[in-house]
């Protein structure tokens, strides 16, 4: 089972992936024309589960 992320690991998640959009990186979703905010960009890959970022928990 999959553990759910903290709203800090996924503010941190989506914060990391905003800024390398607004780098240059590429979406890696179809997203739609109307849709130019990199943050927004983020939340949709989020929500897709697509961002190749970890969290490493220590127990």
């Known amino acids: 089972m ?3 992320h ?3 690991e996924k503010a941190r ?3 990391s992936r905003a800024l390398q959009i607004s780098m ?3 979406p890696l979703i179809e997203v ?3 849709v130019i ?3 927004d960009i983020a ?3 989020y929500d897709k589960s697509v961002i190749p970022i970890s969290v490493l928990r220590e127990t």
Do not use: Q, S
């Open 13 to 15: 998640i989506i914060g």
């Open 24 to 26: 240059g990186a590429p």
């Open 6 to 8: 903290t709203r800090f």
């Open 37 to 39: 905010d990199p943050v």
């Open 43 to 45: 939340y949709m890959e």
């Open 2 to 4: 999959k553990k759910k």
């Open 32 to 34: 739609p024309e109307d």
